[in-house]
Antibody, heavy 116, light 112 residues
Framework: EVQLVESGGGLVQPGGSLRLSCAAS????????MSWVRQAPGKGLEWVAN????????YYVDSVKGRFTISRDNAKNSLYLQMNSLRAEDTAVYYC?????????WGQGTLVTVSS | DIVMTQTPLSSPVTLGQPASISCRSS???????????LSWLQQRPGQPPRLLIY???NRFSGVPDRFSGSGAGTDFTLKISRVEAEDVGVYYC?????????FGGGTKVEIK
């Protein structure tokens, strides 16, 4: 059974940093693109970033470029999102999702709140 | 960026009756590889999104056959043949033909 479990969310002040993790199991992690998608409270979905199987290609939505970094550790079956210079508008539930173009599997999400 | 527009915003439906959601894209979703990367997601209250349909009309594993997708180019439709109580939630269309991947604003399906 495919499982994606996010962690690392919490309350952080504007300008602060946070690192999200996503632990994957039930599939060969190193064979799949992985993505982060976020959802602001009461709002719709927004793709944030994705990363190729070997980490050689990474893409970001414009609003997080230069502030967020996606990475992965295939030996640990884990996906990460390093978030720096956080803003109030980054407040959202962050989901990790498997695949590229078609998000077949989603985690339960982790809430990031940016507030003073 | 491609804008995805869903209608209606809300759809009150009687149990056992059909429901239909429309999704229109601001540009054609036909990719140069011949595929149309249009998917439908369901998000039940308090739950993460769940893939229902991909590439217009392909049902994902475990999705009941009362869900069907159709369309082409810029106009797409998700149909639920007979709505059940567990279908309550918000439905999103999403395109991945052109970077960046974008989502529709969502359609809330609720029981009358």
């Amino acid at each position: 059974e495919v499982q994606l479990v996010e962690s690392g969310g919490g309350l952080v002040q504007p300008g602060g940093s946070l690192r999200l993790s996503c632990a994957a199991s039930g599939f060969t992690f190193s064979s799949y693109w992985m993505s982060w998608v976020r959802q602001a409270p009461g709002k719709g979905l927004e793709w944030v970033a994705n990363i190729k199987q070997d980490g050689s290609e990474k893409y970001y939505v414009d609003s997080v470029k230069g502030r967020f970094t996606i990475s992965r550790d295939n030996a640990k079956n884990s996906l990460y999102l390093q978030m720096n210079s956080l803003r109030a508008e980054d407040t959202a539930v962050y989901y990790c999702a498997r695949d590229y173009r078609v998000f077949r599997y989603w985690g339960q999400g982790t809430l990031v709140t940016v507030s003073s | 960026d491609i804008v995805m527009t869903q209608t209606p915003l809300s759809s009150p439906v009687t149990l056992g009756q059909p429901a239909s959601i429309s999704c229109r894209s601001s540009q054609s979703l036909v990719h140069s590889d011949g595929n149309t990367y249009l998917s439908w997601l369901q998000q039940r209250p308090g739950q993460p999104p769940r893939l229902l349909i991909y590439k217009i009309s392909n049902r994902f594993s475990g999705v009941p056959d009362r869900f069907s997708g159709s369309g082409a180019g810029t106009d797409f439709t998700l149909k639920i043949s007979r709505v059940e109580a567990e279908d309550v939630g918000v439905y999103y269309c999403t395109q991945a033909t052109q970077f960046p991947q974008t989502f529709g604003g969502g359609t809330k399906v609720e029981i009358k």
